[in-house]
């Protein structure tokens, strides 16, 4: 077995090297003048199982187009020289979100996205809280490997709240599976009944709107949980709307933080007491309150035993049961 992480996703390579008890492989990457690069491994892939890690993001290093196009073209370098099977741990991926056609004439971007993974021969994309699994699913014709955060957020939260009245809320009703499957693991865990909380959302042209909540808060520290936090606008307004009947705190959890350039002054407003993310995106804190607020658990501990497991032939279903 060999895993390598590319430059944009080292530190969250490293990580998971680190608890595989391995080196990450060499390998080069390249830049040219005219914006062109080359990347390459730069040992024996021959007949290995290949493991290549780059989370899709924007960042300092490159857009996400040019994140997915070094990936691909990595993905087709270690193809060419002869790998015997190739996975793709991607802890976001790009255009996921873009799994439907809501307009005439839209693209369904993430079909794309898997038919270019395709194209250069991947055998399996392993991933972490993707936002709609089964467009995820239906859209890969390779094999797919989906890995929840949900016990992770869980233990913390459980012990954060041992005494405490717990809610969980969706900010939205696409989201209500994910609300309801992450409060059945705190129920079981804490033994007591906890409410699911859903606010309505509604979207057109970019506003969002609707404030009817489904569900009682009263009193209660209130866990919104989503996959994604990128401006922040849909916690924040989930979180006053909480306040405002009632709820004694609010807490806002989501795997991914893409965080945009209004994501500080947004998410910095103390309707939300704590940010609770994951590492599978390098984190980017445009304003120095918001620091303050955010508690980063780290999912490569995860990702490394699902390598594992992948590798020797272990069963992921048992790695993600709610224990």
């Known amino acids: 077995m060999l895993v390598f992480a590319l430059e944009n996703s080292r530190e969250f390579g490293e990580k998971i090297a680190g608890e595989l008890d391995i080196a990450l492989s060499d390998h080069e990457e390249r830049e040219f003048e005219d914006g062109e690069h080359k990347s390459r491994p730069l040992v024996n892939v021959r007949n290995q199982d290949v493991f290549i890690i780059q989370s899709l993001h924007g960042g300092r290093q490159g857009s996400v187009n040019d994140m997915l196009c070094r990936l691909l073209f990595f993905v087709a370098a270690v193809k060419d020289a002869s790998a015997k099977s190739i996975s793709v741990v991607v802890p976001y991926l790009c255009y996921a979100r873009k799994d439907r056609r809501t307009k005439a004439r839209d693209p369904v971007t993430i079909r794309y996205v898997a038919q270019l993974f395709e194209a250069v021969g991947i055998d399996r994309i392993v991933n972490i809280d993707v936002h709609n699994l089964q467009a995820f699913q239906n859209a890969f014709r390779c094999i797919t490997e989906h890995l929840e955060a949900k016990n992770i957020f869980a233990g913390y939260f459980l012990e954060k709240f041992r005494d405490k009245e717990i809610a969980v809320m969706s900010p939205d009703f696409g989201g209500v599976k994910r609300a309801d499957d992450f409060r059945k693991i705190l129920e079981k865990h804490s033994g007591k009944s906890l409410p699911l909380i859903i606010m309505e959302k509604m979207r057109s042209k970019g506003v969002i709107s609707g404030d009817a909540i489904v569900g009682d808060v009263k009193g209660k520290n209130v866990i919104i949980i989503d996959d994604l936090i990128a401006s922040g606008s849909t916690m924040l307004r989930a979180a006053k709307a909480c306040l405002n009947l009632g ?23 103390d309707a939300i007491r704590e940010i609770v993310i994951s590492d599978s995106i390098p984190l980017k804190l445009p304003h120095s309150k918001l620091q303050q607020k955010i508690k980063v658990l780290s999912v490569a501990p995860l990702f490394a035993e699902a390598i594992k497991r992948i590798h020797a032939g272990g069963s992921l279903v048992d790695l993600l049961k709610d224990e």
């Open 247 to 269: 709820a004694d705190a609010v807490y806002a959890v989501a795997t991914h933080a893409s965080f945009s350039s209004r994501a500080g002054e947004i998410l910095s407003d």
